[in-house]
């Protein structure tokens, strides 16, 4: 099966703590991207990697870190320096680098205890 | 005003009735766009793109563009119960470098 798939699907994290967010996908698409999405809102850009080895800042990248080492997995850490993390995380894919179609991993939902 | 704009909703429609959802954007520099489905507490799913001006029909679905008036709609003909879900409008521009922007979604429910 081709998809996108993110882990855990829920997660629970204490004040002050790192965590990291799995995603994978097998789709063979060049461009990963991780957004966020509060409730009522649209979803909101993070980080988005066009290539192995290199990635970009998107709209909200303070407090978050990303590392794209291989084609296939886009990791993104929620750091301590993030001071609302509660969200609902997704983690999506296009074929190529240039503005395409996007498809979307089932999420991970983050909250903060 | 915000780089796409839709109707928050809700939008409630009869079952078997045409669903009209609105979508405008702010860049008219703005190349390829977008709905998406997104079930409470899942992921946004692809319905469909659209690229150039006017009609698009798949199933039961319609998009329609209009680049001068910088307006994107989606149609859901013989609504279903099955619909009822937010649908996010996303357009990808390319003047000042890749952007995807994604409206806030605009709720539907068909009732049944």
């Known amino acids: 099966d081709g998809g996108i798939t993110q882990s855990p699907k829920y997660l629970f994290r204490k004040e002050g703590q790192n965590v990291t967010l799995s995603c994978e996908q097998n789709?063979?698409?060049?461009?990963m991207y991780w957004y966020r999405q509060d409730p009522g809102q649209g979803l909101r850009l993070i980080y988005y990697?066009?290539?192995?080895?290199?990635?970009q800042k998107g709209d909200i990248a303070e407090g978050y870190s990303v590392s794209r080492e291989k084609k296939e997995s886009f990791p993104l850490t929620v750091t301590s320096a993030q001071k609302n993390p509660t969200a609902f995380y997704l983690c999506?894919?296009?074929?190529?680098?240039?503005?395409?179609?996007?498809?979307f991993g089932p999420g991970t939902r983050l909250t903060v205890l | 005003q915000k780089e796409v704009e839709q109707n928050s909703g809700p939008l409630s429609v009869p079952e078997g009735a045409i669903a009209s959802l609105n979508c405008t954007y702010s860049d008219r520099g703005s190349q390829s766009f977008f709905w998406y489905r997104q079930y409470s507490g899942k992921s946004p799913e692809l319905i469909m793109f659209?690229?150039?001006?006017g009609d698009k029909e798949d199933g039961r679905f319609t998009a329609q563009l209009n680049k001068a008036s910088q307006y994107v709609s989606l149609l859901i003909r013989d609504s279903q119960p099955s619909d009822s879900a937010t649908y996010l409008c996303a357009v990808n521009i390319i003047s000042g470098g890749f952007k995807t922007i994604f409206g806030a979604g605009t709720r539907l429910f068909v009732k049944a």
């Open positions: 999506a894919s296009s074929l190529t680098s240039v503005p395409d179609t996007q498809y």
């Open positions: 990697s066009q290539i192995v080895n290199d990635f």
């Open positions: 789709l063979n698409h060049d461009a």
């Open positions: 659209i690229y150039s001006n």
